[in-house]
């Protein structure tokens, strides 16, 4: 499978190709400088997932300053420059920058949670979520069955406190898509025409386990999404 579910695993993948790829070494330098099995400070750690255009990066800004916390993201900005280079590359190369992506984000927020709430805008879900729904095509039945070892957080990833999943539906997402007119990665052009495809993505996170996605309605107002996320968040998490 694309890919990696272990640190170990992706450093190999990445080592595989630093020969050829120069931005590979770099990113394999700053995992080695992440300690391994990092633990989380007292402060909760939020992550927000969806599909692009579901509001991720509105909400996690209006939470973070509702809460006073920190806000980060996957894949982290020390990293971020290396991303057009990653994203040509074939698939397992690209997952495997991805995978970097996250495990190096746990060490910011290891530190980043002994000092605040922590929200996340995308984590280990998105990249599993679209490295499933790439390596499968057709319909949600054609996936991985539910149980499969595919939707499990990986063992030795930080995990969070609570995951919320936005969705909206498709003609929301597709007006807040225009509305933005920002550029599309090659995945995002994919997701917007494909709409199996985006399916496939928002199944995957559904899917997923240990810890699951909570999902949230977020087609109603950016207020009334904001309080519903902070609801659940007081709900969930104590602090
Ligand atoms: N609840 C809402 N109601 C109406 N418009 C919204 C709402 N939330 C966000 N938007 C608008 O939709 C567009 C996409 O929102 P945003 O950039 O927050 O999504 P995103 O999930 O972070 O996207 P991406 O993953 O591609 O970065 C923006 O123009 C934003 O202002
Ligand atoms: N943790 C992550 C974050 C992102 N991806 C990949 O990037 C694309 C979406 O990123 P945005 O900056 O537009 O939010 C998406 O196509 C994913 O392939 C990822 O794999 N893991």
Redesign the pocket.
Known sequence: RALPTSAGALRQRLRQCAERIPEAEAVLDLLEKCPEHQKKGSFPVIVFEGL?ATG?TTVTQAVKDNLNGILLR??PACISQWRTVFDDERTPI??AF?AA??YILASEIAKASTQAPVII????H??AA??IATETSGEVQDLPPAQDEVYQWPEDLLKPDLVLLLTVDPEERVRRLQHRGLEK?K??AE?EANSLFRQRVEESYRRMVNPACQEVDASPSKEEVLKTVLQLIKKHCAF
């Open positions: 692009d991720k996957s894949p690209k997952r991805y992506g996250n805008d995308r984590y280990w998105s990249t679209y490295a990665t995945e995002e997701l």
